[in-house]
């Protein structure tokens, strides 16, 4: 089994900063890329930011400059700073790891189950 489980989250006002943390266990032979995503109220779920094993970063335009993606290949963890946030920001934000599963050997996209930022006006 492989889990995914993202911390961080909470209240914060416009123009402040938060860090969420995102960490994947169990049978994991390697992680290719491990990602961000937030989903606000009545909306599609989004790409926030993305980072490969080699580092490479891709970030959603309306997070450019302000938020940050980084990552632990030694501890299977990835997390995003996140600064100058604004109210469009709030939802709920998940973690996605996608990686090489043991027993068997199996390519996964495993979710967390979210974290909520608010980030009021």
Same mark, same amino acid.
């Given at each position: 089994? /492989?889990?995914?489980v993202?911390?961080?989250?909470?209240l /914060?006002? =416009? #123009? #402040?900063?938060l860090?969420?943390?995102?960490?994947?266990?169990g049978?994991i032979?390697?992680?290719?890329?491990?990602g961000? %995503?937030?989903?606000?109220? #009545?909306?599609?779920?989004?790409?926030v =930011?993305?980072?490969?094993?080699? #580092?490479?970063t891709? %970030? =959603?335009?309306? /997070? *450019?400059?302000r938020?940050?993606?980084?990552?632990?290949? =030694?501890?299977?963890?990835a997390?995003?700073q996140?600064?100058?946030l *604004?109210?469009?920001?709030?939802?709920a %934000?998940y973690?996605?790891?996608?990686?090489?599963?043991?027993?068997?050997?199996? %390519?996964l996209?495993?979710?967390g189950?979210?974290t909520?930022?608010?980030?009021s006006?």
């Amino acid at each position: 089994q /492989v889990q995914v489980v993202e911390s961080g989250g909470g209240l /914060v006002q =416009a #123009g #402040g900063s938060l860090r969420l943390s995102c960490a994947a266990s169990g049978s994991i032979l390697s992680i290719n890329a491990m990602g961000w %995503y937030r989903q606000a109220p #009545g909306k599609q779920r989004e790409l926030v =930011a993305v980072i490969t094993t080699g #580092g490479r970063t891709n %970030y =959603a335009d309306s /997070v *450019k400059g302000r938020f940050t993606i980084s990552r632990d290949n =030694a501890k299977n963890t990835a997390s995003l700073q996140m600064n100058s946030l *604004k109210a469009e920001d709030t939802g709920a %934000y998940y973690c996605k790891a996608d990686l090489i599963a043991t027993s068997p050997i199996r %390519y996964l996209e495993v979710w967390g189950q979210g974290t909520l930022v608010t980030v009021s006006s």
